[in-house]
C-alpha cells in the first residue's frame, strides 16, 4: 500500500509520535492514528473547558451580564470566522485517487492481512538542521 506522507494521517503520527515516525504496517499504522486521534479530541475538549472556565470566572469576578454576553459574542465570532475561512480556501480539482485510508484497513480486516505501508513524499519530511540534519548545504 502507497500512503503520501502529506496524508492527514501521517501528518497527525508524525506530529504526535515525532518527525521520524516510520508506518510499517497498515494495522499498526491505523491504530497509532486512532490513538493519536483520540489524545487530539482530549486537547480540543480541554482547550474548550478552559474557554468555558474563564467565561464562568468572568462572571463571577464581575457579575456583570454585558461582559459575560461581549466575551461569548467574541469566543463565538472568532470561531466562526476561522471556520469560514476555512471553507472558503479554493480547493484544486479532484483527481482519481486510489482507496482512503479507512476503506484499506477495512478491506485488509475482512481479509485478514495487514499489508506493508510505503511512504511517497519523503523529500518533503526530511529533519530540520536544528533537529539533527547533518547534510551541508
Known sequence: MIVDADSW??????????????????C???WKTVWASISLGVV??????????SVLLVWLVFRNPWLLIF????????????????????????????????TSWLKAKKGRYCPLIEVR???????????????ST
Request: charged share 30%; proline share 6%; with cysteine.
Open 121 to 135: 513524499g519523503e523529500e518533503t519530511w526530511k529533519i530540520p538542521r536544528e533537529y539533527g540534519d547533518t547534510e
Open 9 to 26: 494521517h501521517m501528518r497527525r503520527c508524525r506530529a504526535y509520535y515525532g518527525w521520524d515516525y516510520e508506518p510499517g504496517n497498515l
Open 71 to 102: 466575551v461569548g459574542l467574541g469566543v463565538t465570532v472568532s470561531l466562526v470566522t476561522i471556520y469560514v475561512d476555512k471553507r472558503n480556501r479554493a480547493r484544486p480539482p479532484k483527481k482519481e485517487k486510489a482507496p482512503g485510508f479507512f
Open 28 to 30: 499498526r499504522h491505523f
Open 44 to 53: 480540543i475538549l480541554l482547550g474548550l473547558l478552559a474557554i468555558a472556565f
